[in-house]
């Protein structure tokens, strides 16, 4: 309880006292708690209450105070509501841009579309490619079709849950429409009774279309060229491409904004209309939400929001394998404005793209898919070149993403889900004659791959377009007989070697491929491979097996996936797949499917492999800019003593141990000079023994 003073009076409250009381009452007063404006006032209020103890000036002066306050409330709430007012109508310019921005995006996506159709219901044929299926179909439509009367024709959807829809797009429209009108003829083929063909629509087109023929005033409903079309109970005829145009048929905000009919726009999907209501006449078949009402030729198959994500619903943090997708996109920006890509890719779990032609202010993006940082071309006249890869987020916490110092390889390691972390390279060389490329390109990757190589100690797989001519020359050195007893090396030195029993481990020595030529990128690359002891999959595993499929305009293979040799026993499936104009300009797209560690590993024939041993080699890793500190740091005095020895050789008496001595001493001058400037790394190496070999000698 606080003391008197020591006089015995009380201490009088001064109007000073009021306001400090009242300055702490409103700092108490919470954001979007009510009315600000209604809390402070009645602050004031209770603050003026007690006026004991103040003196006649300050009793003057809290009267006056009471008697303004209703001015200042008056006051206070005309501003605050002017400018409420003044906000929400520029709120309501802008909802009112968007949206008429939005509708015209999706009219010109649906534009985009005119050429295509999309096929429900018709069965997929192992071995069988979708052209040959779709032909078979339109024979029996008695419409003659040819290869070259189509320019995109494959699959869409979740390939686990088949039938998958069909996409198809002609090079003109005439061939769509006649199709169109010869379509009524599957119902005369009880085969064909459960396909349907339809217009490739949007989804905001899509659901439109089935929220229309679920109006009680609307007879009918069905597209064509793209628009809805309404024929009303009382026979007037309206058109719907839009939210806006659905008051033509009664209805108002209200009424659908009741059924949660809402719009939004993103990047990657011109429109997105959410419909959802209690009454919805919708049945559910496989993915699709289809109508119930199939007597209308115009049937149509909505593919439901839910079935876009359920290829990421279904992944758990321990998934059976990992498909990995590679393509030299030619501008991803230009690819995104079609439905395609995107649909392709659900199918995947990490995407790379080279040559994206990209900036610092793009914004791309993947549904249920996590960017990596991109690698942009800097300082180009126009956009051009870059690298970017996506990966899905249920991976996106195994990734490390590692410093990549230039723009032609984008590292990262793949941790946790694969048998051993593996180290990932997207890479992009331009062509040899540009003028961003060099054949330094490939010192700096090999560089920096072994570089990460060592520090993290994990396998490597590169993927992409390194422009690259290899024709079918080998990508390793094998140590055979002739070779090692030409050299005369002994069996010691011969174990120090970091070289793979490709019999052993499966794997052809002899690769394929239809491209038979070789340029100076293709033997610089043949020898990237050989230093680091990698191989490249083309024309090596599963379908494209004794192929070596083209890449690149159907005439040469640049793209390449190169892997080190442990890994091929761990890849579930590798191919080149056809080409697609709407997914790239001139490149083909490579696919590979490695299991996970919790997947059993793949039987491959004759593997008896064993670890043996293990031993460090010494590898080379060379710096241009070192190039001045090495050559100070060769030992001018052992270059003399071995130019001595050479003079002093008689070469009628020349043996194996007087050249193996020299040649020791020049190996050991250049490593003491490369140790000092810090140009050598030290690599582990698993030696792997044959059991069978073992077997045989005992």
Request: one cysteine or more; aromatic letters at 8%; proline letters at 3%.
């Amino acid at each position: 309880m606080p003391q008197p003073p020591k006089n015995g009076k009380a201490k009088m409250k001064t109007f000073n006292d009021l306001c400090a009381v009242f300055a702490d009452a409103c700092s108490d007063i919470e954001e979007g708690n009510g009315d600000p404006v209604t809390g402070l006032i009645e602050n004031l209020r209770t603050s003026a209450q007690n006026v004991s103890g103040l003196n006649e000036s300050d009793q003057t002066a809290i009267k006056v105070v009471n008697l303004l306050l209703p001015a200042v409330n008056v006051i206070s709430s005309n501003i605050v509501g002017k400018y409420v007012r003044t906000h929400e109508s520029s709120i309501k310019n802008i909802s009112s841009v968007v949206r008429r921005n939005s509708y015209e995006i999706d009219k010109l996506n649906q534009y985009s579309r005119k050429e295509n159709i999309r096929i429900s219901g018709l069965q997929e044929v192992e071995g069988t490619d979708d052209f040959t299926i779709f032909k078979q179909l339109c024979e029996k439509i008695e419409v003659d079709v040819k290869k070259e009367d189509i320019v995109a024709c494959h699959r869409v959807g979740d390939p686990k849950k088949k039938p998958r829809q069909m996409l198809v797009r002609f090079v003109t429209r005439d061939l769509k429409f006649k199709i169109f009108t010869n379509k009524k003829k599957l119902k005369d083929d009880a085969s064909l009774s459960k396909v349907y063909i339809n217009e490739d629509l949007t989804l905001l087109r899509m659901k439109l279309l089935q929220y229309v023929k679920k109006l009680e005033n609307v007879k009918a409903a069905f597209t064509r060229d793209g628009k809805v079309q309404c024929i009303m109970k009382d026979g007037k005829k309206f058109t719907v491409e839009n939210p806006d145009d659905l008051f033509n048929l009664g209805e108002d905000d209200g009424s659908y904004g009741r059924r949660n009919v809402s719009y939004s726009s993103s990047f990657n999907k011109s429109c997105l209309l959410s419909v959802s209501s209690k009454n919805e006449n919708l049945s559910k078949n496989g993915n699709s939400l289809v109508r119930e009402d199939a007597s209308l030729d115009s049937y149509v198959t909505l593919i439901s929001d839910e079935s876009s994500n359920e290829s990421v619903l279904n992944q758990d943090a321990n998934p059976r394998s990992i498909k990995i997708y590679s393509l030299n996109v030619c501008g991803i920006i230009s690819k995104l404005k079609f439905p395609d890509l995107e649909e392709k890719c659900a199918d995947y779990d990490i995407l790379c793209f080279c040559e994206s032609k990209l900036d610092n202010l793009d914004e791309v993006e993947f549904s249920n898919f996590v960017k990596l940082p991109p690698l942009n071309r800097k300082g180009a006249k126009h956009k051009s070149g870059g690298i970017v890869v996506f990966v899905k987020e249920f991976l996106y916490s195994n990734i490390e993403v590692l410093e990549c110092s230039s723009e032609n390889a984008l590292w990262f390691i793949v941790n946790n889900i694969l048998y051993e972390p593996v180290l990932f390279g997207a890479c992009y060389i331009p062509p040899e004659r540009s003028d961003y490329s060099s054949i330094d390109i490939f010192d700096v990757i090999e560089t920096e791959l072994l570089k990460y190589a060592v520090d993290k100690n994990c396998k490597v797989c590169l993927l992409g377009d390194f422009n690259a001519h290899t024709g079918k020359k080998d990508d390793f050195v094998e140590m055979n007989h002739y070779v090692s007893e030409s050299a005369q090396l002994d069996k010691e030195i011969k174990q120090n070697f970091d070289f793979v029993d490709l019999d052993a481990l499966g794997i052809c020595k002899k690769r394929s491929s239809l491209d038979k030529s070789v340029d100076n990128y293709g033997n610089r690359l043949l020898l990237l491979c050989k230093d680091l002891n990698l191989l490249i999959a083309n024309g090596r595993l599963f379908k494209d097996k004794n192929i070596g499929a083209l890449t690149c305009k159907e005439s040469t293979v640049v793209d390449y996936c190169i892997m080190s040799p442990e890994l091929f026993t761990n890849i579930l499936d590798f191919e080149i797949l056809p080409y697609d104009p709407m997914l790239s300009d001139v490149h083909n797209a490579i696919y590979i499917e490695m299991s996970s560690k919790d997947t059993c590993m793949p039987v491959v024939e004759n593997i008896n492999v064993d670890i043996d041993d293990s031993s460090v080699v010494t590898k080379c890793k060379w710096e241009n800019d070192k190039y001045h500190e090495f050559n100070d740091c060769i030992d001018e005095a052992v270059i003399h003593s071995i130019v001595v020895k050479l003079e002093e050789i008689d070469t009628d008496l020349i043996d194996n141990i007087v050249v193996n001595s020299i040649v020791d001493e020049c190996n050991s001058l250049i490593l003491q000079a490369a140790s000092k400037c810090d140009l050598l790394l030290e690599k582990k190496v698993i030696r792997k023994v044959d059991n069978s070999l073992k077997k045989k000698k005992g």
